[in-house]
């Protein structure tokens, strides 16, 4: 599998809403691609307190525990380091085509809306915009200031798409999980992976003939 045709950069930052990056993951695993994964120290705290995952301290451990977690085959998870700058994911030679930020913090939002690039996420992000390649970011917070939304229209101007998790409800969602399916689904639409988690607007049963 050629890994920069198909393998994806997920970053998970330190925002509320780590369920929906580990979701996304499962889902990208699942669907065979390769994934780069960032996971900054802050994301590892957020996630010990909105999920019952405990990651292990070691990045090659966790890697381990998150592949044996989701059935990644060998070689198709790799869970970087923040200062790994010799990560293919640093450089727009041999980069991913695609990354998505998930929870995205508005601090990483406006480090990427400035170009700067203080840990592999940022650069990672930074690589995306510059090469043109596909870049998802799913900022969470509320309310925005005008700050936020200025850091969001830079970026949109610069080529990202802006996701906001604000799921729909037309659905009729059940569980928190059908919340947090629905707006995974959308990331999975954006990057064209085929997904069963939601119907498209106008494709569900209820549409058949």
Not at 48 to 60: A, D
Not at 188 to 198: A, N, S, V
Request: proline content about 7%; aromatic content about 4%.
């Amino acid at each position: 599998m050629n890994i920069r045709d198909d393998g994806i950069t997920l970053a998970l930052t330190g925002a509320s809403g780590a369920q929906y990056g580990l979701r996304l993951l499962a889902c990208l695993l699942a669907a065979g691609r390769p994934v780069h994964l960032l996971i900054s120290d802050p994301a590892r705290v957020v996630i010990g307190m909105e999920t019952e995952e405990s990651l292990p301290g070691r990045n090659r451990d966790a890697e381990r525990y998150l592949a044996q977690r989701y059935g990644a085959a060998d070689g198709q998870l790799r869970l970087l380091g923040q200062n790994e700058w010799t990560a293919a994911c640093a450089s727009g030679s041999g980069a991913p085509r695609r990354m998505v930020i998930c929870p995205c913090t508005t601090g990483t939002l406006a480090a990427l809306a400035a170009g700067t690039s203080n840990n592999l996420i940022e650069r990672a992000g930074d690589v995306a915009l510059k090469e043109r390649g596909q870049l998802i970011v799913v900022p969470r917070e509320m309310p925005f200031s005008t700050l936020h939304l200025e850091n969001m229209l830079r970026l949109s101007q610069a080529g990202a798409v802006i996701m906001p998790p604000s799921p729909g409800f037309y659905h009729h969602p059940q569980r928190v999980e059908d919340l947090v399916d629905f707006v995974v689904a959308r990331i999975l639409d954006h990057l064209d992976i085929p997904q069963e988690l939601m119907p498209r607007w106008g494709h569900g049963p209820e549409n058949a003939t």
